[in-house]
């Protein structure tokens, strides 16, 4: 079932769900196991994020370099295919410009078109380790509205319901809100059926997010993403990783755990339910939980939330 239709029967909110490829080594087995407490919950979805290949250069015998394509995670497609087969559910493989040309974004298409895949997500993607600036490869898409023109042509736009990301606190490359809000409408006016926002910690900051998006004309499911925190290291790690904020009341909370690891894990956990529990009293359509592989604290914040 498409993403457009449930949102569009409207009903109960929802979570759904985020994970990443596991590193290879890892098995099928051991990644169900990872997933399957969180089935309790019956989401809706599962989005599978993808990440571009990475090279390596390794010294010849003649003391000159070869470049070596190197391949760390198993394949979104795999585990989108895993997942169905074991739990029966939707999943939402991530599609990003980078490290792909046209050609092969819709050879992937078809791919998933036969694996009976009818939703995706649509990203440009980050920049490869020492590029200031995303640069597409040649024959490619350089921003996710043109990806989602793309996948939107794709059999005429009756295979795929596509979701793009939002930013509450606005994309780190972009000069200013409006400018990043009129970049999230270029997406959706290309095709796109609904938005999920990158995580944040101040629900105050979503909500003006989404006023700002609907006093600019867009209209599609705005989703709100969370992420609780687990460890101190994190009210340093994530602003620096997805130039977000955590609220000064939270970071002192973490800071105040110290070296007790599980008071700081529950602290982000009581938070991310709060969080949680207000925006479903605001009324939104769903909740999107990136796991990060990790299902121990969604599977309680979801137990007290939903």
Known sequence: MKISDILAE????FPSLEIVPPLKGMTKEE???SIRPLMEFSPKYINVTCHRDEYEYREKADGTFSRHLVRRRVSETAVCG???SEFGIETVPHIICGGANADEIESLLHDLRFMGISNVMALRGDSIIGEKRFTPVQGGYRYAGELVAAIRRFENGKIFSIGVGGYPEKHFEAPNMETDIANLKKKVDAGADYIITQMFFDNKVFYDFVERCRAAGITVPIIPGLKPLSTVTQ????PE???LDI???LTKAMLDAGDDKEKAYRTGTEWCIMQCKDLLEHGVPAV???TMGKSRNIVEILRAAF
């Open 10 to 13: 409207g009903g109960k909110p």
């Open 31 to 33: 990644l169900m196991d």
């Open 82 to 84: 895993a997942i169905m």
């Open 235 to 238: 009210i340093n790690m994530l």
């Open 241 to 243: 990783s997805f130039s």
């Open 247 to 249: 609220p000064m009341e």
């Open 288 to 290: 999107h939980f990136y």
